[in-house]
């Protein structure tokens, strides 16, 4: 994701004042429906995240991993409070008010879009890792990504892309889905036309193994 499609992002967000649902549809995409009617799609894959607006979508599987039942008790049916983009880097932080929470509390979703350290990690207001979609060792990184421990902020960089102006960002994003749906049914044509091939290769293989019409003919004569 590029800094400038980030921004776009969250001033489009902070259009919204709540959210109603906050999922995982797929191993590493998690969707997030605003005020009951728009969703938007954060595919947290490591060096190939990207964001996309589509209809709401049905989960490929059930995912009750301990992120997976905090994100939808801490953040479906809560008050969104803002999102914003820290320090100018490839982060969009969500700053959420619980519906479940008896007395007023802020929490964060933070959705780091920077490159193989790819996470979305859930935060308390005294920046506590309360839960992640990975965890990550000491041995991993400098920067421990597990619950109860403090979320050390990703060290500064200097970015020199190019700037680009979005007119509309939900056409844009809405866009990119349509391309990505695009790509994946190229790329399963070709991996059926390849299945096909080998298929046509083996049968090719088993007909010229077969003995001679003609021979076969003389020895039954």
Do not use: W
């Amino acid at each position: 994701m590029k800094l400038y499609e980030l921004k776009a992002i969250a001033k489009r967000l902070n259009n919204f004042t709540f959210i109603s649902r906050a999922r995982r549809i797929e191993d590493n995409t998690l969707e997030i429906m605003f005020d009951k009617s728009e969703s938007y799609f954060f595919n947290m894959t490591r060096g190939h995240s990207f964001i996309y607006k589509a209809p709401s979508q049905r989960p490929l599987q059930g995912y009750n991993a301990p992120f997976d039942t905090l994100l939808h008790t801490l953040l479906s049916g809560s008050k969104l409070i803002a999102v914003d983009v820290p320090n100018d880097d490839r982060i969009l932080r969500f700053t959420i008010a619980p519906k479940s929470s008896y007395k007023d509390k802020i929490i964060y979703l933070q959705l780091e879009f920077t490159g193989k350290n790819t996470n979305a990690i859930l935060i308390d207001e005294n920046e506590v890792i309360i839960e992640a979609l990975r965890h990550i060792d000491a041995d991993s990184s400098f920067r421990v990504i597990r619950p109860g421990m403090e979320l050390l902020a990703i060290p500064p960089f200097e970015r020199t892309e190019e700037i680009q102006n979005i007119d509309n960002i939900d056409d844009y994003l809405e866009q990119k889905f349509t391309d990505i749906q695009t790509k994946k049914l190229q790329e399963m044509k070709k991996q059926k036309l390849s299945t096909v091939a080998k298929k046509i290769k083996k049968f090719e293989q088993l007909l010229n193994k077969l003995p001679n019409k003609e021979k076969l003919e003389l020895q039954a004569k």
